[in-house]
């Protein structure tokens, strides 16, 4: 097994508010190796997104601990990339300015790094968009640029957080597809959550199954499929998958 | 996958009916409007001529042009709207200004905000022309004293509004660009303001008014120049001629000023860069 990316050790999180105290994580532990696709994967509500919150850096956990390629986690890592629930393009930008912010907040605006934004612009479409605004573009066009916003930046690891649930049944199921091809291509390791059992084994090498509030590690599955080429939608139509989805989703306990 | 070029494509005979429609209403609008003005003035002087009303009470058209023209040969009438434009300008810019730099500091600080909110809720329920007499003795019956009283009557209102755009500005945005490392400085740079450039022409907008209600008020204290002091002295001596001929230039030129924003908030519109674009 390759080197281990990504350490999450023994992670806790307390909330204070004047209303009391809400446990959202409790030691949870896992490792992430470079290049692989680990899924989070848990009921609304239990602590997934500030897991995310903690690796990333926003987020002081109240023990435990991050290491990401061996450094301690200490303010916004500059090795991560975010993707958050909606594609928030700011619509006083055009989509080129929109894909610079992270540069531009960061500091890292110069001709390399704009050259390098203007290759990913190309390869993925959208450079014929570059000086449109983002309510021109399309839902699955929006969540393109969104990621090149957050690849911009050149991030060692990604971490989605429910990055397609603001999208329509259809124009998930398509997006999640062309965004997992151009991650794979731009071969990042990848820390999604979900409460989509379906999304998170049609994409990941490895699905965690979290338990609710507060969130701790019920299992971890590795995800093999039969594939030559995998795609999301490709792993939803072989014969593994439905098993790997009964056994997560008794794990996970859903009561109405 | 994209969204389709918008195209005018070529007028189907409905919708040039309905186009039509559209112009005759608007010149409709613009010509009742017109109607309007002209016979409230026309019945004001036949009215007058007719002794229906006392013209020496509710003075006339023609009697105001007379007073326009003497104040004008007397060289006064210029000096007079300049001077309560200027004060008026000067209070608008300052209320913006100094309104729009406390807010940042609220924003940017919630100790602060919370320590101030009591005070600044107290203080703009306070009817501020209270203070006018203080002003003028601090600062001395002038210009100053005026400003000073638009200031007071607007400030509050612009720090409040346009804190609240500020507070509104969407946090998952403001977490994104964090995710990107940004400081308090980039997320207001980056995110607040940007999204806020309509709360700020608002708070222009309210500001307009509220600075000449404080540079009239102001006037009738201090008395020495100015529209709001033709309207008091004219009151004084009974000049209903001089009151009225004032209060007519004083609509005019708020419009105007009004239209001047107006006319700003439409090129900062035209930018996208500048606007949030709703
Ligand atoms: N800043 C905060 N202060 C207090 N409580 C918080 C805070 N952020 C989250 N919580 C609470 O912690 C719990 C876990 O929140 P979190 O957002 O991590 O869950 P999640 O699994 O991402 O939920 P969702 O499925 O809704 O995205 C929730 O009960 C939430 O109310
Ligand atoms: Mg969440």
Known sequence: MAEELVDVRNLGMKYQSPNGEIEAVRDVSFTVSKGEFVSLVGPSGCGKSTILSIISGLLKPTSGSVRIGGEWVRGASRKVGYMLQKDHLFDWRTIYQNVLLGLEVRGALNKESKER???LLNTYGLYEFRDKYPDQLSGGMRQRAALIRTLAVDPEILLLDEAFSALDYQMRIAVTDDIYGIIKREQKTVIMVTHDISESISMSDRVIVISKRPATVIAIHDIKFNLKERSPLACRETREFPGYFNMIWRELDVHV | MFMSERQEPALSRERAEYLRKLKIRKHAILTARILILVAFFAVWEIAGNLRLIDPFLTSQPSRIIRTLSNLYMQGDLFKH?????????????LGTVLGTGVAILLWWSDFISRVLEPYLVVLNSLPKIALGPIFIIWIGPGPSAIIVMALAISLIVTILEVLNGFLSADPEKIRLVETFGANRLQVFTKVVLPSNIGSVINALKINVGLSWVGVIVGEFLVSRAGLGYLIVYGGQVFQLDLVMTSVIILAAAAALM???????????MKNPQVYGRM
Do not use: D, N, P
Request: hydrophobic share 50%; with cysteine.
């Open chain 2, 81 to 93: 709207i300049g001077i309560t434009c200027l004060e008026t300008v000067a209070g608008f810019l």
């Open chain 1, 117 to 119: 934004v203007m290759g």
């Open chain 2, 258 to 268: 009004y239209q001047g924003v107006v006319w700003i908030e439409r090129k900062l």
